[in-house]
């Protein structure tokens, strides 16, 4: 071998072991699907805070269990609570509210009760305030859920604690048990904290058996219960799962495919292990070298890169092609062809080529490949151009994609170039049968496209195709990208019905310079909101200034109160208070502390709204308020049109805008590359032959356009990008066909091959439950076979 | 002893107990009565006494209607509370707006017409008497715990008596005199339990 040879395997050996290394770690597969967008939020606090409140919603497990008998609904929700504790999958399980305290929320804010808003004003002089004294006292509300007389006369703080958001109003106590009354029975809720990250494949697993387990538990010992759950890590589970299927189904029919393709062609082991070499060569080249440039490989690049395997073999297809076809001609022995056979096809059109009169009728594996050499660099410079448009779109995912992508093809590439003719000094074994057919196909091919009528067809095709493409509808919504499984969103949907919470990832961010501010500006927006929820348009809101009062707020509540103290205790004297009594409300009164957010974080009630408070950042003090209910993304923003440093956050939009934006940028740059392609193909090949050569892959993508409408799949993002891989691959077929068009056929045989098992890898992504995946499928699967089809034409040598 | 495990398996009847010992109130599709609350509050020198009447209707709410020391109406129903303050102004909470208030409506309708079951959300329950004659005693489980310490509700062939112990020291007592089984509702009262 040479040297270059075993330089080639040791770079090799390097990569391996380090994407070994790295992959052990376990840290190397990122498995949420959202990580692969770009920041899609001007400002990047707003991307923070999507990503805290995933985290939020996300560290834990959403369970409602429900039937139209309400005791066997305690039971079943009971028996999970309980099959989930132990499975020892969950830090904490919460079926039961035994250890709740309601007192806790009024202990703690007491010693700040004089500076909370109340939801009531209370009379000025000291008459009326007597009389609004006896009214509540004669209410037959019978216990003060707040501190009662003594500590609070006019009920102020308890009307501040009923408007905390701290439960959704639909849920009640029953048993000890949170439950909600749906109009099909009584549903019982039960949460269940993760052991880690929602993206972690342990806590996943951990989670997915647990949860299988006692769901075959309750359906066994309660069939008529319903299980319903949400959560960030069921998602993930999902979409991990289907992921992991389809790269398996993918690669697995893939490897078949080449399997069968080399030995039912080549009949020769030599062959196989030859082309499983440049594919493993490829995929550890670009694994490695992905991991250098990213942490983490995205499982939608490993769903890709299954299908690179079938690109990367296209280059050592024609190789060997061309090793079948020329050892065919009468190479050193064995020598067993007849040499009457009709394989020497004539030169219908000859290229002035050194190598073609050189090659002789003896196999020589490294002049073979010089004769090959242009057609390869060439095909696969434009593939390389192709995917280089992915590198260029603002999307780390189709980056990685892209990159990944590049390298396996190049890993490959090498390979073919350093390694395999080492292997291959013998020639092949002879495929007359083979070559018969493929100098048949041949020879079909270059008379069809010589034919006069090749223009006339081509321009009706082409209208035919435009027009059923102009049918295809463009739909940039976030739902191209990932899609659900059915089942889940149906289940959240319900749970979101039954308990109005309604977390679509929309939410506000408010900013200021401290503090004070922050909290000030969220009180101008929840006042904005406030209608709303009135009016039925949201169900309830989060937000930290609900808990705790802007400052400014509490200092001038807490200024009105003293303003009206003597005239409170001169009506509490007439109503028969003990003089003590007042004096110690005199006495909290004057020693009442500002309620800080850090107070508020310091309790443990405010456990689940701590995400909504972000705090310091680089450009200030920021929070976050949640709005729940059925408005939509375009009416919550003009509600808080023109508050300061108030902006809504819907990233479910800014993700379909920017795919929208991505698509148009990319479909203009399609045309682009498509003049940059036909203008290479035109100086290495002329203008005229260039021509020829970019109308297959332009039939192609009109293929693809017309079969995506056909289908009745959406047009986005991936299927432009799908384009421009028809356009890389589809300049491959032709440039392979037009440089090995001598005498051999190699070329076709290579192409074909090559095409064939693209459509069966890439058309299989059609298949996909991956809706960018599918898109990309469809596209691929059309836009293949249309170049294929019509490769003949590169042929051409008229004009 | 024997009276000891007499209670323990008394225990978990006690709702059925005290649902049976009433059931006569749940056959009372109207009840007028008077009544007289008195509130003896720790921080006050002077008990605070209260008198009025109340209107249950089985169907469609209670009226507790304040006439002493001033006058003052509240309005329970399913659909909602209403205020009468004692300058006539209302106000009007929809079980929507003020789900405590509903709940709070819940417990007031259940109270009256001796449907126990329902507030062993929050109490266990003790029942003992005879139809005739009957005291039911309320004891709060944990979530009720800081609000309330006890309730005891006694009766005959009505309601006769609340009292109330509030875990500080307060504690009221409500007395229901002279109920008139047969006096139909008036067109005023209709209003009201229609929250108009």
């Known amino acids: 071998m040479r040297l270059r040879g075993w330089i080639w395997i040791l770079v090799l050996a390097l990569l391996g072991s380090f994407a070994a290394l790295r992959m052990r770690s376990g840290h190397a597969i990122e498995t949420d699907l959202l990580a692969m967008l770009p920041a899609t939020e001007r400002n990047p606090v707003a991307e923070d805070a999507v990503r805290s409140l995933a985290q939020a919603s996300g560290n834990r497990a959403i369970f409602l269990v429900g039937g139209a008998e309400p005791e066997r609904s305690k039971a079943a929700a009971l028996t999970l609570a309980k099959d989930l504790e132990a499975s020892q999958a969950f830090p904490q ?90 109009k099909d029975g009584l549903y019982v809720l039960c949460t269940a904290a993760l052991s880690g990250s929602a993206f972690d494949p342990k806590v996943q697993e951990s989670t997915r058996l647990a949860v299988e387990k006692a769901e075959k538990h309750l359906a066994q010992a309660f069939p008529e219960v319903k299980l319903l759950r949400t959560g960030a890590v069921f998602y993930a589970i999902d979409a991990r799962t289907r992921a992991e299927r389809e790269m398996h189904l993918i690669s697995g029919i893939s490897l078949v495919c080449i399997f069968l393709l080399h030995l039912l062609v080549f009949r020769s082991l030599r062959h196989l292990l030859l082309g499983l070499a440049s594919i493993g060569a490829g995929l550890v080249t670009a694994a490695a070298v992905s991991l250098i440039f990213f942490d983490k490989l995205y499982l939608l690049t490993l769903v890709c890169g299954a299908s690179v395997l079938g690109d990367a073999v296209d280059y050592s297809f024609l190789y060997f092609a061309n090793h079948l076809a020329y050892s065919g001609e009468g190479g050193p022995p064995p020598r067993q062809v007849r040499s009457s056979s009709p394989l020497a096809l004539p030169h219908a059109v000859s290229e002035p080529s050194p190598d073609t009169a050189s090659a002789g009728n003896t196999w020589e594996p490294w002049a073979a490949l010089r004769r090959i050499r242009k057609p390869l660099v060439h095909g696969f410079l434009t593939t390389m151009l192709g995917y280089l448009a992915l590198m260029l779109a603002p999307f780390p995912g189709l980056r990685q994609i892209a990159l990944f992508s590049m390298v396996g093809l190049l890993g490959a590439f090498i390979t073919l170039f350093c390694i395999l003719p080492n292997f291959l000094a013998e020639p092949a074994h002879p495929r007359p049968h083979i070559l018969k057919g493929i100098r048949g196909l041949m020879a079909r091919a270059q008379s069809l496209a010589q034919s006069r009528r090749v223009p006339l067809t081509l321009a009706a095709l082409a209208l035919v195709l435009g027009g059923l493409a102009l049918r295809g509808r463009i739909h940039d919504d976030v739902q191209g990208f990932i899609r659900p499984s059915a089942r889940l969103l149906a289940e959240e949907t319900r749970i979101r019905e039954l308990t109005g919470f309604s977390n679509q990832g929309i939410f506000y961010l408010v900013e200021g310079t401290d503090e004070a501010e922050t909290l000030a500006r969220e009180e101008a927006l929840v006042a904005r909101l406030q ?26 509540e807490l200024e009105a109160r003293r303003r009206r103290a003597p005239a409170l205790e001169s009506a ?27 107070d508020w974080l310091q309790a443990p009630f405010s456990t689940p709204f701590r995400h909504l408070w972000m705090g ?94 056909l289908v009745g799949a959406p047009l986005n993002l991936f299927s432009v990008l799908g384009l421009f891989l028809v356009l890389g691959w589809g300049v491959d077929y032709t440039v392979f066909l037009r440089g090995c068009q001598g005498r051999d056929g190699a070329g076709v045989l290579g192409v074909t091959l090559a095409a064939f098992l693209t459509l069966v890898s890439y058309g299989l992504l059609a298949f996909s439950h991956t809706p960018a995946l599918k898109g990309f499928g469809i596209v691929l699967g059309w836009g293949v076979l249309g170049t294929y089809l019509t490769s003949f034409l590169s042929l051409r040598s008229r004009p | 002893m024997r009276r000891l495990a007499l209670v323990v398996l008394a225990a978990p009847l006690a709702a059925q107990t005290a649902d049976a010992l009433t059931a006569h109130l749940r056959n009372t599709p109207l009840l007028h009565a008077d009544f007289t609350q008195t509130r003896h509050l720790k921080a006050l020198t002077r008990p605070l006494v209260a008198r009025g009447t109340v209107v249950v209707d089985r169907q469609r709410g209670i009226i507790w209607q304040v006439l002493r020391p001033l006058n003052l109406t509240y309005v329970v129903t399913p659909q909602g509370v209403l205020e009468v303050g004692p300058d006539g102004r209302r106000k009007t909470q929809t079980t929507k707006d003020a789900p405590m208030v509903a709940q709070m409506g819940r417990i007031m309708q259940a109270l009256a017409e001796g449907r126990w079951s329902v507030l062993e959300d929050y109490f266990t329950l003790k029942a003992q008497g005879t139809p005739g004659r009957w005291e039911i005693r309320l004891s709060p489980k944990p979530v009720a715990a800081s609000f309330i310490k006890s309730v005891v509700v006694k009766g005959g062939r009505v309601l006769e008596r609340f009292q109330i112990e509030e875990p500080g020291g307060d504690h009221s007592e409500v007395v229901f005199g002279a109920p008139r089984l047969d006096q139909p509702l008036s067109e005023a009262e209709a209003r009201l339990l229609n929250l108009k």
Do not use: C
């Open chain 1, 93 to 182: 399980v919460q079926g039961t509210l035994k250890d709740v305290d309601p007192g806790v929320v009024p202990r703690f804010y007491t010693p700040y009760r004089f500076g909370l808003p109340p939801q009531e004003a209370t009379p000025d002089d000291p008459e009326a305030l007597l009389e609004h004294l006896q009214a509540r006292l004669a209410s037959p509300q019978t216990a003060s859920f707040g501190l009662g007389l003594a500590q609070d006369p006019l009920g102020q703080m308890e009307g501040f604690l009923a408007q905390l958001p701290l439960n959704s109003s639909r849920m009640q106590i029953q048993d000890d048990l949170l439950v909600l009354q749906g």
């Open chain 1, 531 to 556: 209608p709303m929820i009135s009016q039925g348009e949201l169900d309830s809101l989060q937000a930290v200034s609900s808990f705790v009062p802007s400052p400014q707020r509490q200092r001038s």
């Open chain 1, 572 to 598: 509490l004297k007439q109503l028969g208070m003990r003089p003590e009594a007042i004096q110690t409300l005199r006495q909290d009164l004057a020693k009442n502390r500002l309620l800080t957010v850090e």
């Open chain 1, 616 to 709: 310091k950042t680089n450009q200030g003090t920021a929070a976050l308020v949640v709005p729940m209910g059925t408005a939509e993304g375009p009416r919550l923003r003009e509600v808080a049109q023109g508050l300061p440093g108030v902006v809504l956050v819907d990233k479910a939009a800014s993700v379909s805008t920017m795919l929208a934006k991505d698509r148009r940028m990319a479909t203009w740059s399609l045309g682009g590359a498509l003049f940059l392609v036909w203008g290479l193909l035109a100086l290495w090949y002329g203008p005229r032959a260039g021509f020829w050569l970019i109308a297959p892959p332009l039939v192609g993508i009109l293929l693809a356009l017309a079969g995506t409408a």
